[in-house]
């Protein structure tokens, strides 16, 4: 009999389930995406990050290709947007994101480059072919040198730190460098922030000889981490500065129309020109910043995760990275999001301006409605007192007819041998024919001002 264990991962059972979701798989395996690397110390990382925007997966390729024994490698492989190669001596890994590629070589760590020497050249010991770093296709957004060695850490004792932190700094050039104990003091991370002539940035980090290859792989990925997103982070910090002097002028302008708005001093026509003008080019900035703004505030949530990851702990006389970090990244990250909502606030306020605009017109144009209706009334009072006018000469006009109609009869009944005087006949009739015109046109009145009654 099978075991519970064995029948559950039988592949005959496949079929007891309902179809896949046609993502389900590609949803899955998101978590296994980009595994740590293990890394075996000591070892030299060469670290570079760079802009993807306009830069094709193929080309990517095709320069991976250049490396020793990967002719065969095909865009296909690079659809996971991980790729580790293993060479003779090192590794290499590649990681595509949104907007920016990562290339992490991994190498052993130089002779004469340990924690004695003072300042260490790095680059020339680089196992990649000449020019083959430099030719990474993209723009440069970050790039780092980390050396990751094993010594023995002192005590929490402020003396026996400061005895590792000073070779420690000399190992820096004598810079002066930000340092956490990680995970509690499982291990010291070290960097200084310096952009060096070379274009890159150093870091070190000292581990006990105990420390396992995954645990060296995470400490690198997060400290990688923390400055890629950095410095993305910061790309938002340009656009609002140069977004800032749109919106002073903006918000003068909105100021000015609604001073316009409110003492009626300009004509609605001109007043709608200027805020259709305002509002085309606050909708036009809040398209081109948007996702900058949007990826921003996503970057810097990313540092701050990872920082408190590293659990880090204080140094005696040293800023931790996390301090660092808090102190110059965020007010850079509030100015950004204080100007995000100063755009978003300014749109509003157009908005609402433009409903105020249009209460005005709406007031203006009722009050010309009344007018023009007032004026449609005494139209057509006057028409209809004209039209009483004329219903008079008409009376009179078909009593005459009439009448003379009347007299041509007297005349004929005359000649035919009646004794009739015509004249005297019509002059009696006038009053009759006068009411009967007089009457029937009263009752032709009244039966077309009779409302329609409803159905």
Known sequence: MNSPTHAASSPTL??????????????????????????????????????????????????????????????????GNFLRLRFDGYTLKWERHTEFTRYSIVQPLPEGTGLGTSDPVLLDALITPPGWLREIPGRTVAAIKMVMLQAELPDQSAQAQAALMGPAQHWFGGHTVVASQLGGGHSWALTDFHLRPS??????????????????????????????????????????????????????????ITAQLENK????????????????????ATAENTYRFAATRAYDAVVTQRIAELREKPIPGTQTIGEFMQRRLSPAMATVVASAQRLASLSERVSRTSALLRTRVDIVTEAQNQE????????????????????????AAISYYVISLLLYIAKGAKAAGLPIQPEIAAGALVPPVLWVVWRTT???????????KSA
């Open 265 to 284: 001093s300009t004509s609605e026509q001109e007043l709608l020109d200027q805020l259709i003008s305002l509002a085309a080019r606050v909708e036009r």
């Open 14 to 79: 496949a079929s007891a389930l309902p179809p896949d979701d046609a993502m389900r798989e590609e949803l899955h395996n998101e978590v296994h995406a980009r595994p740590s690397a293990r890394i075996r110390l000591p070892v030299l990382i060469v670290f570079v990050a760079v802009l993807n925007d306009g830069v094709s997966r193929e080309q990517e390729c095709e320069h991976l290709r250049r490396l020793p024994g990967q002719d065969s490698l095909t865009p296909e492989q690079m659809r």
């Open 372 to 395: 023009l209706l007032a004026k449609l009334n005494r139209g057509q009072e006057l028409q209809l007192q004209l039209q009483s006018t004329v219903e008079g000469l008409s009376i």
């Open 199 to 256: 274009g890159f940035e150093r870091m070190l980090v000292i581990t006990p000889q105990d420390t396992s290859e995954t645990r060296a792989g995470r400490i690198s990925q997060r400290l990688f981490e923390i400055e890629t997103y950095r410095l993305m982070a910061l790309r938002g910090l340009p656009a609002v500065k140069a977004l800032a002097p749109m919106l002073a002028q903006a918000e003068a302008q909105l100021a000015a």
């Open 442 to 452: 009263r009752r032709i009145h009244a039966r077309l001002n009779v409302p329609a």
